[in-house]
């Protein structure tokens, strides 16, 4: 028990550090990409996002953080010659593989709620805050050229000056594919945002409106103009759309009930579904693998244990996660075995490493 609590509080010690680390660089990151995408935007108006961003940030983060923890404490002990003197004592080296494998079980379970509920419900609101935010930045002066994407409006906006509300030197295109899509063009284009109505209203001047057709000579734009034009778009819209990676999981399954497949494959809701639990497996699979790479290894500086996991991580593990949930998605492969790609990898590479140690 002495040894098992001594190995417990290296783990959780390196672990706080790992994890500390990792979110701030993920949460800069974050920043960084809503400011771009949203031309203008002030930083100030893009730190609303960030608490929505923390579970999505500790989905990707614990992980790498059971990862690195692993690799460097048992990589330590086995180069500082701890785990030979526990086999010198009578010991078995199992008595302090359990700590590892119990972070890892711990934090697959926190990863396995996250994924199930919190994550799919932040997605949803910060994609609404990011909707609100724009709409507002719209009434704002911006001498520069600015191009954004309304998510879930299925409305894209373009334009080379703004001054309170009058957008110079418009383009946009609206509507998603099929008839329903037009790109419309015009000098200028006045912008009010009813925030009691949650209604954005565009009013454009002489518009040049070409509308995609659909005939017996196929697919293409015709061309019309107006004095004016006023679109409407309620914002009530994007509130109530939910991707599938946007539901939590209850809901989700009500969904998948339906049978209702004219926007989602049912090769893609069930890749959706199964994604969620093999993803949750992620920090039991590397601490089942770190633990023994870090013995055989006997790496004990950062430097080369932060190396172990960038290989392990992003150039093995998530590159084969996202070809599984590609392949899922596509139906080349049945979803559950698609996701699984890099669980089996990973394990089956782990419990070779573990009969290496124990034949030693």
């Keep these: 028990m002495i040894l098992q609590r001594y190995v417990s509080k290296e783990l959780l010690l390196t672990f706080i550090i790992a994890i500390a680390a990792l979110m701030g660089i993920i949460f800069l990151g974050n920043a960084v990409r809503e400011t771009k995408n949203i031309q203008g935007l002030f930083f100030n108006s893009v730190l609303v996002f960030l608490p929505y961003i923390i579970p999505d940030a500790l989905v990707m983060s614990i992980p790498v953080a059971v990862l690195i923890t692993c690799i460097l404490v048992y990589g330590r002990m086995a180069a500082q010659n701890e785990i030979t003197a526990i ?88 509507g998603g594919s099929g008839n329903e899509k037009q790109n419309i063009t015009a000098p200028v284009a006045n912008v009010k945002f009813d925030e009691a109505q949650s209604v954005l209203i565009l009013t454009l001047d002489h518009p040049l409106i070409e509308t995609l057709i659909t005939d017996a000579k196929g697919s293409h734009f015709q061309p019309t103009t107006s004095d004016e034009m006023v679109h409407k778009v309620p ?75 960038f290989i392990i991580g992003l150039v093995i593990y998530y590159p084969l996660m996202v070809l599984g949930e590609l392949l899922g998605n596509r139906g080349a492969l049945p979803p559950l075995l698609a996701v699984s790609i890099p669980v089996i990898f990973i394990f089956s590479i782990a419990v070779g490493l573990y009969v290496k140690i124990l034949k030693r």
Excluded: H, W
């Design 87 to 174: 086999k010198a004592s009578g010991l078995s080296v199992t008595k302090i593989v359990y700590p590892g494998l119990f972070i890892g079980l711990i934090f697959s379970l926190v990863v396995l709620y996250l994924n199930l509920n919190l994550v799919p419900q932040c997605r949803f609101e910060k994609k609404n805050l990011r909707t609100k935010a724009v709409l507002a930045f719209l009434e704002l002066t911006s001498p520069e050229p600015s191009s954004i994407d309304l998510p879930g409006l299925d409305l894209s906006i373009s334009y080379k000056s703004a001054e309170m509300g009058t957008l110079r030197g418009f383009s946009g295109v609206f």
């Design 235 to 309: 914002l009530s819209i994007a509130e109530r759309t939910m991707r599938p990676c946007e539901m939590p999981y209850a809901k989700l399954r009500r969904f998948m009930k339906n049978k209702d497949y004219s926007k989602y494959s049912e090769a893609f809701l069930f890749t959706e579904k199964y994604k969620r639990f093999a993803q949750s497996l992620t920090p039991l699979l590397f601490a089942l693998l770190a633990i023994p790479l870090g013995i055989i290894t006997k790496k004990s500086s950062t430097a080369a244990g932060l190396g172990m996991a």
